[in-house]
Structure formats: structure tokens, C-alpha cells
């Protein structure tokens, strides 16, 4: 009778075989104690099992060796060896619940190693073939790159179509070889003696492991080893990379973190992958000839195939509300629970299946991807220009972009409506895509032409409130960029004003509701994301302070320009890091219009040669509130590779007076902390003065004076950076408790330039009382309930019966 193997089930179960007893529990013997196994062919190798508590002889003294084994007491040897645990449903025709087997054989089935006969039934009681048990180890074991020539046996031919591959790999590993008469003899049962060889061998040459590991740390590597139960990328590897490599994982591997740089999974075989990881998208890639039997993925998934030899993505399920991505083929893909979004941006899905509790989901299938059937039992919207070649719908309300090749329209369903096509929205860099260039420009392609909200024409200084670029997450930092739109209004280009950061997430955010379409139909959120590399694609040139910016320090003496590769003269000589050349010749600085005389600053470059320092004269400080400009001349200088450096420079604005804001106090018993923060680097003073005193003017505030040139009752002052929160402690002798005060305060920066002097209202703490109690003689304790710091009156209070006096003991501070 022909039997039905899944090729791509787990290797796992082999090394279990052969570390089990067979039968129902018996007493343990040592091998030295069976009466039967003494200069048998297979003493050796018996001994070791039992010794490994992998098998058992009998009561009688006897280990049996030649005696055969049933299908069950095989699976119980495999689950004892490998120590899987899970158990799941099954449904043979032929196994009670109360079986001794029962669980073994559902612990087998879950684990992916076994399946059953086309009539239903698993046929326990019958003996187990030397190929059944070759293709149950095959799904256990790690075989990538273990093969053999299977006419080296003179009985090849006899060998199941079934369990060919199977042979040849677990052959290959040789752990199943030939009998002296040059045959393999795949009919035959297996006996004790061969599965203790067996089982011994693999204990000893195979990495199994029971446990259940969690990858936490970027660049894990798993390789060549069995996990009986599962294998979890945990949360914390956030968007690191792991990889399974030549691995059994017979429970589940579980996906909670890794990003686009991606966990892969290559040349290996998977019973169960669940994709779950709630902090962004994460990327599963099948390569070689990996086995991965069912994979469920819910939240914001990319699955991808590479270089397949094996069955890949067997079966994949989508759960409600679920974001995925698939590149490759995939036999089977369904979609399990409500408004599920599904691309397949590349490849093909062999079977698409839409169930019933697929409510509002859609799908879209870009011009590479081919669907060969779709089931459709929910109300569903295909989108995209690839092609499904044949339909079955069995509900209503399905629409369609492109039409299907063909379709049937089953019990219960409706032809499916065209549908206008939806605007797209195509991102470069991709969705997802990683190692982008530090240099790179973002663009956004939309299918329509768009205005904005109100139909009037988009410009490029309406984009900033369109989209945004966002550093490592959606509600990050916003990113500056220069942007522009072209003049058909469907493509807009956003240049960082700087490079972007190494080995770093941003995202693309835009708006919902800030634009039209030529339809008149308002646009969608939309989110895409990459991360950078290290690298640039061109010559990266980098000022500081950045083109643009405002309320640079006056008082700053030094500014940079930062070049991605090394520089040369224009005629290829070298630098020297004080080189005239480079004052005299490349660098340009101006103050408006007018250039900044070459005796007021000085200009090196690094030993690298990469990075340019234009340095000020003490003598010479910047002027408040000006533009001034910094760069390099054309035709001036080269890279080491011979490239021309074009000319480049970047703008910028000197703050104007220093200003202090949020302003505010924190008072004390007797004391008061002043707080403020400062536009710019500097010094601020602060006096505390009586609450009706007059406001002393800045110079008064740096010597600590009041407006009468007295001294202040407290004073400090501070150094400060720009723009970070300064805290400012007054203490004095003279600051009393539950008074009235005004704090003054000016913040003076390093050119001298004086802030508006600013003031806020103080007023210390009063005494308190620290605690409170009333305790009677009658030994109840303290009777006083409810106290508080600031209660004054507590009313009346009882006393105990037979009280005495009370204690009244209070405490200030």
C-alpha cells in the first residue's frame, strides 16, 4: 500500500527513536546483566544506550536484540531521545485515548516527523520498515550536504519513492548503512539492536537540545544543532540580526524581534514559525533548501525567499489587522481574521485562500506577482497590476483593479466589481530597504497628480507640513530637508540638510488628510522607513553650523566643513595640516557680503585630511543677529582619487541678545533654586532682593547688588551651555522662613552681550510641623488620625474612658 510522507517535516524526531524503550515500562537492566546480548555484533552499542537510560531490556533478563520494533515504540524512543514536549490535536482512526502510546504519538505528530496513512490510520502495532524510520530521521536530523549515491546498494530499486532523499541523507550522516551483502534492505524491520546503534551513534555525534533559548544579542549564529522544543528571537534584539543555519526546530521558533536586517533561516527545517513583533517590521528570509511547515504572522511582517531549493513557506497564516510584505514563492498563503493587508510585491502564491472571517482585507499584488488560484469567502479588495490566474468566489462585495484571468462564481457569491484604482504611493529608498546611503534623497511617486486639501497647487514650502522625516521611530525627532515638488505634481524630493546618521532607522511620515487626488479624494496616512548603512553614495561634504541655522552663539570661535574622503591640493600635491593654500586659496568667509579679512582667523586641516577647522582671532568676535557665510572655492581641491571637490557652502545667522526663558523658582524653608534656560552659551547671574525692592540693572545683577549698589541677600552665578535647563541655588543666612522675595537674573554671553534682565516672585516655606501625635495613658496609642503638615485644627478629639492624661508630642521643622 502506498504510505504518505510530508517531506518537510521536522528531523527531530530520529535521535528520540533510538533513546527510548519501546514498550510498555520494564525494569532497567545493565548491559552486562542481559543473558542475550554477549558478543552480539551490537553489545557495544547497547550498552551505551542503556547506559544513556535511552533503552531498557525486559524483566526476564533479556534484552532482546533482534526483535522487532512497532511504529509506536519508535516515536516513544524518538520523543524520550530528543525531549520534545508539546502536544498537539491529531486524528488517527486507529489510536485510542487510553493507549500507553497516546501521547508519544502526538507529541511525534506535533513535532512534524510523522504522519499517517491515506486510509486515516497511524498503524501503531505495525512493525516500523528501515525506510519508515529513515524518513522519520530525516525530519529530525540536520542533512544539508549529506547525501548518498543510492546505487551503491544492489536493491536500490526497492526503495519507496518516498523515502529516497530520506535515505540517501540519513545515509549520508551514517547513521543507516548497508548489510555485508551490499544491500540496504528498506523493507526489512528494524530490529533493538540496529535502533540502539543507531540512537547511540546520534546521542553521541548530534547536538540536541531540549531547553528553549531566547536570542537577545545582534549577530547570534544557531548552527548544526536539533532544538526539540523552541527557539525564541526575543523582543530585545530590536532590529538585530540572527541567523539559523543548518538547524531543527521541532517546536516553534518564535519571532519577536530582528528588523530589515532579518532573521534567516537557511538550509533548515521549522515546525512552527510565529511572527509577532509589535515594535516594527520584521524580516523572515527562507534560503537554501529550508522547510518552514506553518508560519503565522500577525502585526508588521516581511517574508522573503532567496536562492530556494526547499519547500520554503509551506503554509502561511494571516491574522486580523496584519501588515505583511511576501517576496517569493509561496505554496499556500490564507488570510485569517479581519482588514488584513497583504503585498506580494515579487513571485508567486500557488493558493491564496480569503476565509470568511477575512472581512475588509486587501491585497495587492504588484506587476511581478502572479497568484495562481484565489478562494475568495469574504468581502475582500484586490489591488495592483499583477495577475490572479483564476478566481473561486464565494462572497460578495470583492473588487478588483486588474481583472482576473478567469473566475467561477460559487454558492454564495457575487461577481466581483472593478474598482477605481487606488492612489499609489511608491517610496525610494523601498519600504524596508537597508544599508542606504548617509547621502541619499527621499523620493515619494504618487499615481496621481495632488494638490492640496483646498485644490490649490502644492509648492515646495507647503511639503514640511505634508510629510516628515522622523529619526528611529514615527513620533521621533523630525529631520530637516530641503524639498521640492515637479511641476506634474507627483513627485516630491526630500533632501536632508545634513547627512544622515550611521546605522540608523528614519521614517517617512505623511499626513492623512493633506492632500487631493485628481479624483478629488483626499489622501491617507502613509508611513515608510529605511535604515542607513555607513556609507555614502558621492562625495560628502558636512558644515557646522549647518546651512540654515539661527541663533548661532556669538561668541563661537571655531567652525567646520567635513569632507567624506580625503583631499589634495587641485594638482594632486598633498596638504600640510597649517597649509597657506588653504586660506589663500579654497576657503571662502564673509559677513553678508563683505569677506571676512584674512588676519582675523585661521585655517588647518586634520592629519586625515578630511576635516577643515576655520578658527576666529580672539581679537575678532561675530556681530549679533548677522549672516555669515563659510565654504570652498571651485577648482581648488581634490580627492585622494583624483575627483574635483565642487564648490559648496552653507549660511547661517548669529543669534541675537542672549535671552533667558522658562523662567521659574523652587522655593524652600531658606532657600530658593532659580531656574531658566539660556538661547546661548554663557554666564547667568542671579540676586535675591526683598519682594518690594527695585529692579537692579544687569551690571548691578553680575556684582551681586541691588539696585542701591548693596549687597543682594543671596547671590550665584553660573556657567551655562545653550540651550540646556541651568539650575541656580540661593543660600544665604539672611533668607528667613514664610517670606516674600523676587528673584533677578541676566545671562551674559561670551562676547559680553547682555540679556534683558528677567524676574519672578518668591515666597519660602513657613514652619511645619513634621508630626503630630496624642497618645492617652490608657496605652491605646496615638489617637490623632488624618494628620497633615498644614492642618492647624484638628477640632475635638475623644479620649478613652478612664483616661487620665495625654501625651502631646509635636515636632517642626
Same mark, same amino acid.
Given at each position: 500500500?502506498?504510505?504518505?510522507?510530508?517531506? *518537510?517535516?521536522?528531523?527531530?524526531?530520529?535521535?528520540?527513536?533510538?533513546?527510548?524503550?519501546?514498550?510498555?515500562?520494564?525494569?532497567?537492566?545493565?548491559?552486562?546483566?542481559?543473558?542475550?546480548?554477549?558478543?552480539?555484533?551490537?553489545? +557495544?552499542?547497547?550498552?551505551?544506550?542503556?547506559?544513556?537510560?535511552?533503552?531498557?531490556?525486559?524483566?526476564?533478563?533479556?534484552?532482546?536484540?533482534?526483535?522487532?520494533?512497532?511504529?509506536?515504540?519508535?516515536?516513544? /524512543?524518538?520523543?524520550?531521545?530528543?525531549?520534545?514536549?508539546?502536544?498537539? $490535536? /491529531?486524528?488517527?482512526?486507529?489510536?485510542?485515548?487510553?493507549?500507553?502510546?497516546?501521547?508519544?504519538?502526538?507529541?511525534?505528530?506535533?513535532?512534524?516527523?510523522?504522519?499517517?496513512?491515506?486510509?486515516?490510520?497511524?498503524?501503531?502495532?505495525?512493525?516500523?520498515?528501515? +525506510? @519508515?524510520?529513515?524518513?522519520?530521521?530525516?525530519?529530525?536530523?540536520?542533512?544539508?550536504?549529506?547525501?548518498?549515491?543510492?546505487?551503491?546498494?544492489?536493491?536500490?530499486?526497492?526503495?519507496?519513492?518516498?523515502? @529516497?532523499?530520506?535515505?540517501?541523507?540519513?545515509?549520508?550522516?551514517?547513521?543507516?548503512?548497508?548489510?555485508?551483502?551490499?544491500?540496504?534492505?528498506?523493507?526489512?524491520?528494524?530490529?533493538?539492536?540496529?535502533?540502539?546503534?543507531?540512537?547511540?551513534?546520534?546521542?553521541?555525534?548530534?547536538?540536541?537540545?531540549?531547553?528553549?533559548?531566547?536570542?537577545?544579542?545582534?549577530?547570534?549564529?544557531?548552527?548544526?544543532?536539533?532544538?526539540?522544543?523552541?527557539?525564541?528571537?526575543?523582543?530585545?534584539?530590536?532590529?538585530?540580526?540572527?541567523?539559523?543555519?543548518?538547524?531543527?526546530?521541532?517546536?516553534?521558533?518564535?519571532?519577536?524581534?530582528?528588523?530589515?536586517?532579518?532573521?534567516?533561516?537557511?538550509?533548515? =527545517?521549522?515546525?512552527?514559525?510565529?511572527?509577532?513583533?509589535?515594535?516594527?517590521?520584521?524580516?523572515?528570509?527562507?534560503?537554501?533548501?529550508?522547510?518552514?511547515?506553518? $508560519?503565522?504572522? !500577525?502585526?508588521?511582517?516581511?517574508? @522573503?525567499?532567496?536562492?530556494?531549493?526547499?519547500?520554503?513557506?509551506?503554509?502561511?497564516?494571516?491574522?486580523?489587522?496584519?501588515?505583511?510584505?511576501?517576496?517569493?514563492?509561496?505554496?499556500?498563503?490564507?488570510?485569517?481574521?479581519?482588514?488584513?493587508?497583504?503585498?506580494?510585491?515579487?513571485?508567486?502564491?500557488?493558493?491564496?485562500?480569503?476565509?470568511?472571517?477575512? =472581512?475588509?482585507?486587501?491585497?495587492?499584488?504588484?506587476?511581478?506577482?502572479?497568484?495562481?488560484?484565489?478562494?475568495?469567502?469574504?468581502?475582500?479588495?484586490?489591488?495592483?497590476?499583477?495577475?490572479?490566474?483564476? /478566481?473561486?468566489?464565494? %462572497?460578495?462585495?470583492?473588487?478588483?483593479?486588474?481583472?482576473?484571468?478567469?473566475?467561477?462564481?460559487?454558492?454564495?457569491?457575487?461577481?466581483?466589481? #472593478?474598482?477605481?484604482?487606488? #492612489?499609489?504611493?511608491?517610496?525610494?529608498?523601498?519600504?524596508?530597504?537597508?544599508?542606504?546611503?548617509?547621502?541619499?534623497?527621499?523620493?515619494?511617486?504618487?499615481? !496621481?497628480?495632488? =494638490?492640496?486639501?483646498?485644490?490649490?497647487?502644492?509648492?515646495?514650502?507647503?511639503?514640511?507640513?505634508?510629510?516628515?522625516?522622523?529619526?528611529?521611530?514615527?513620533?521621533?525627532?523630525?529631520?530637516?530637508?530641503?524639498?521640492?515638488?515637479?511641476?506634474?505634481?507627483?513627485? /516630491?524630493?526630500?533632501?536632508?540638510?545634513?547627512?544622515?546618521?550611521?546605522?540608523?532607522?528614519?521614517?517617512?511620515?505623511?499626513?492623512?488628510?493633506?492632500?487631493?487626488?485628481?479624483?478629488?479624494?483626499?489622501?491617507?496616512?502613509?508611513?515608510?522607513?529605511?535604515?542607513?548603512?555607513?556609507?555614502?553614495?558621492?562625495?560628502?561634504?558636512?558644515?557646522?553650523?549647518?546651512?540654515?541655522?539661527?541663533?548661532?552663539?556669538?561668541?563661537?570661535?571655531?567652525?567646520?566643513?567635513?569632507?567624506?574622503?580625503?583631499?589634495?591640493?587641485?594638482?594632486?600635491?598633498?596638504?600640510?595640516?597649517?597649509?597657506?593654500?588653504?586660506?589663500?586659496?579654497?576657503? #571662502?568667509? &564673509? =559677513?553678508?557680503?563683505?569677506?571676512?579679512?584674512?588676519?582675523?582667523?585661521?585655517?588647518?586641516?586634520?592629519?586625515?585630511?578630511?576635516?577643515?577647522?576655520?578658527?576666529?582671532?580672539?581679537?575678532?568676535?561675530?556681530?549679533?543677529?548677522?549672516?555669515?557665510?563659510?565654504?570652498?572655492?571651485?577648482?581648488?581641491?581634490?580627492?585622494?582619487?583624483?575627483?574635483?571637490?565642487?564648490?559648496?557652502?552653507?549660511?547661517?545667522?548669529?543669534?541675537?541678545?542672549?535671552?533667558?526663558?522658562?523662567?521659574?523658582?523652587?522655593?524652600?524653608?531658606?532657600?530658593?533654586?532659580?531656574?531658566?534656560?539660556?538661547?546661548?552659551?554663557?554666564?547667568?547671574?542671579?540676586?535675591?532682593?526683598?519682594?518690594?525692592?527695585?529692579?537692579?540693572?544687569?551690571?548691578?545683577?553680575?556684582?551681586?547688588?541691588?539696585?542701591?549698589?548693596? %549687597?543682594?541677600?543671596?547671590?550665584?552665578?553660573?556657567?551655562?551651555?545653550?540651550?540646556?535647563?541651568?539650575?541656580?541655588?540661593? *543660600?544665604?543666612?539672611?533668607?528667613? &522662613?514664610? $517670606?516674600?522675595?523676587?528673584?533677578?537674573?541676566?545671562?551674559?554671553?561670551?562676547?559680553?552681550?547682555?540679556? +534683558?534682565?528677567?524676574?519672578?516672585?518668591?515666597?519660602?516655606?513657613?514652619?511645619?510641623?513634621?508630626?503630630?501625635?496624642?497618645?492617652?495613658?490608657?496605652?491605646?496609642?496615638?489617637?490623632?488620625?488624618?494628620?497633615?503638615?498644614?492642618?492647624?485644627?484638628?477640632?475635638?478629639?475623644?479620649?478613652?474612658?478612664?483616661?487620665?492624661?495625654?501625651?502631646?508630642?509635636?515636632?517642626?521643622?
Amino acid at each position: 500500500m502506498k504510505r504518505s510522507f510530508n517531506k *518537510t517535516i521536522g528531523c527531530l524526531a530520529v535521535l528520540a527513536a533510538f533513546l527510548i524503550a519501546f514498550a510498555a515500562p520494564s525494569e532497567s537492566y545493565g548491559a552486562s546483566s542481559f543473558s542475550d546480548t554477549k558478543d552480539h555484533w551490537a553489545e +557495544q552499542s547497547i550498552e551505551t544506550a542503556v547506559a544513556r537510560g535511552i533503552i531498557k531490556g525486559y524483566t526476564d533478563g533479556r534484552f532482546r536484540p533482534d526483535a522487532k520494533v512497532s511504529r509506536a515504540e519508535f516515536v516513544s /524512543m524518538l520523543n524520550r531521545a530528543l525531549g520534545n514536549t508539546s502536544t498537539g $490535536t /491529531m486524528d488517527f482512526d486507529d489510536i485510542s485515548g487510553s493507549a500507553w502510546y497516546y501521547y508519544d504519538v502526538a507529541k511525534a505528530v506535533t513535532a512534524g516527523y510523522v504522519d499517517g496513512f491515506n486510509d486515516g490510520t497511524f498503524r501503531p502495532d505495525h512493525l516500523i520498515t528501515r +525506510q @519508515e524510520a529513515a524518513v522519520m530521521l530525516s525530519r529530525v536530523l540536520p542533512t544539508h550536504g549529506y547525501s548518498t549515491n543510492l546505487s551503491r546498494f544492489s536493491d536500490y530499486r526497492t526503495i519507496a519513492d518516498w523515502a @529516497e532523499e530520506a535515505i540517501s541523507s540519513v545515509s549520508g550522516k551514517g547513521y543507516l548503512s548497508g548489510y555485508t551483502d551490499g544491500k540496504v534492505h528498506p523493507l526489512d524491520a528494524l530490529t533493538r539492536a540496529q535502533a540502539a546503534k543507531i540512537i547511540s551513534e546520534i546521542a553521541e555525534e548530534e547536538n540536541i537540545s531540549a531547553s528553549d533559548p531566547v536570542i537577545k544579542k545582534d549577530g547570534t549564529k544557531l548552527t548544526g544543532r536539533i532544538y526539540a522544543n523552541n527557539v525564541t528571537i526575543h523582543r530585545d534584539l530590536d532590529d538585530g540580526e540572527a541567523i539559523l543555519d543548518n538547524c531543527v526546530v521541532l517546536g516553534k521558533l518564535i519571532v519577536q524581534g530582528g528588523g530589515d536586517n532579518t532573521v534567516t533561516v537557511n538550509n533548515s =527545517r521549522v515546525i512552527n514559525a510565529l511572527v509577532d513583533r509589535s515594535a516594527g517590521q520584521v524580516r523572515l528570509l527562507a534560503k537554501g533548501s529550508t522547510a518552514i511547515l506553518n $508560519t503565522v504572522c !500577525s502585526e508588521d511582517f516581511a517574508l @522573503e525567499t532567496s536562492g530556494l531549493s526547499g519547500t520554503g513557506f509551506e503554509k502561511i497564516s494571516c491574522t486580523s489587522s496584519s501588515n505583511g510584505i511576501l517576496k517569493g514563492s509561496f505554496p499556500y498563503v490564507s488570510i485569517d481574521g479581519a482588514s488584513a493587508d497583504l503585498q506580494l510585491v515579487s513571485g508567486t502564491i500557488t493558493t491564496l485562500d480569503v476565509n470568511s472571517a477575512a =472581512r475588509r482585507s486587501n491585497i495587492t499584488l504588484d506587476s511581478r506577482a502572479v497568484v495562481s488560484l484565489a478562494n475568495v469567502r469574504a468581502e475582500s479588495y484586490f489591488h495592483g497590476t499583477g495577475t490572479v490566474s483564476d /478566481m473561486q468566489v464565494y %462572497a460578495k462585495g470583492v473588487t478588483y483593479e486588474t481583472k482576473p484571468k478567469k473566475w467561477s462564481i460559487r454558492s454564495g457569491g457575487q461577481t466581483p466589481a #472593478l474598482d477605481d484604482p487606488e #492612489l499609489s504611493v511608491t517610496f525610494s529608498p523601498v519600504r524596508g530597504k537597508t544599508n542606504v546611503y548617509l547621502d541619499t534623497a527621499i523620493t515619494i511617486t504618487f499615481s !496621481s497628480a495632488m =494638490r492640496e486639501d483646498d485644490g490649490s497647487t502644492i509648492t515646495n514650502s507647503e511639503l514640511p507640513g505634508i510629510v516628515t522625516i522622523r529619526k528611529g521611530s514615527t513620533g521621533g525627532s523630525a529631520v530637516a530637508y530641503t524639498g521640492s515638488i515637479n511641476s506634474a505634481k507627483t513627485v /516630491m524630493t526630500l533632501t536632508p540638510s545634513t547627512p544622515l546618521l550611521e546605522d540608523t532607522r528614519y521614517y517617512i511620515v505623511v499626513k492623512a488628510g493633506t492632500m487631493i487626488d485628481t479624483d478629488g479624494e483626499e489622501n491617507e496616512a502613509m508611513t515608510s522607513y529605511f535604515n542607513t548603512g555607513s556609507d555614502t553614495e558621492k562625495l560628502l561634504v558636512t558644515y557646522v553650523p549647518v546651512h540654515g541655522e539661527t541663533a548661532v552663539a556669538a561668541d563661537r570661535k571655531s567652525f567646520t566643513i567635513s569632507f567624506s574622503e580625503g583631499l589634495t591640493k587641485y594638482n594632486g600635491t598633498s596638504l600640510s595640516t597649517g597649509d597657506s593654500y588653504l586660506k589663500s586659496s579654497v576657503i #571662502l568667509f &564673509r =559677513r553678508g557680503n563683505t569677506n571676512v579679512g584674512v588676519s582675523d582667523y585661521t585655517v588647518s586641516i586634520n592629519s586625515a585630511r578630511t576635516r577643515i577647522t576655520i578658527t576666529l582671532d580672539d581679537d575678532y568676535d561675530l556681530t549679533l543677529n548677522t549672516n555669515y557665510t563659510i565654504g570652498v572655492k571651485a577648482s581648488t581641491l581634490k580627492t585622494t582619487d583624483g575627483e574635483a571637490v565642487p564648490a559648496s557652502n552653507a549660511t547661517w545667522k548669529t543669534a541675537g541678545l542672549p535671552v533667558l526663558s522658562s523662567v521659574g523658582v523652587v522655593a524652600g524653608e531658606t532657600s530658593v533654586t532659580f531656574k531658566a534656560t539660556p538661547n546661548v552659551s554663557g554666564r547667568i547671574y542671579a540676586v535675591l532682593l526683598p519682594a518690594d525692592a527695585a529692579a537692579p540693572t544687569a551690571a548691578r545683577i553680575r556684582d551681586g547688588k541691588d539696585a542701591a549698589d548693596a %549687597a543682594a541677600i543671596a547671590a550665584v552665578n553660573a556657567a551655562t551651555p545653550a540651550s540646556g535647563a541651568a539650575t541656580l541655588p540661593l *543660600t544665604g543666612e539672611g533668607i528667613t &522662613r514664610d $517670606t516674600a522675595y523676587k528673584v533677578y537674573a541676566v545671562l551674559y554671553d561670551g562676547s559680553g552681550n547682555a540679556s +534683558q534682565v528677567v524676574s519672578t516672585p518668591a515666597t519660602t516655606e513657613p514652619l511645619k510641623l513634621k508630626s503630630l501625635t496624642v497618645v492617652p495613658d490608657t496605652g491605646t496609642g496615638d489617637i490623632l488620625t488624618g494628620f497633615k503638615p498644614e492642618t492647624l485644627d484638628y477640632g475635638t478629639i475623644v479620649v478613652p474612658n478612664g483616661t487620665s492624661y495625654v501625651e502631646v508630642t509635636a515636632e517642626a521643622n
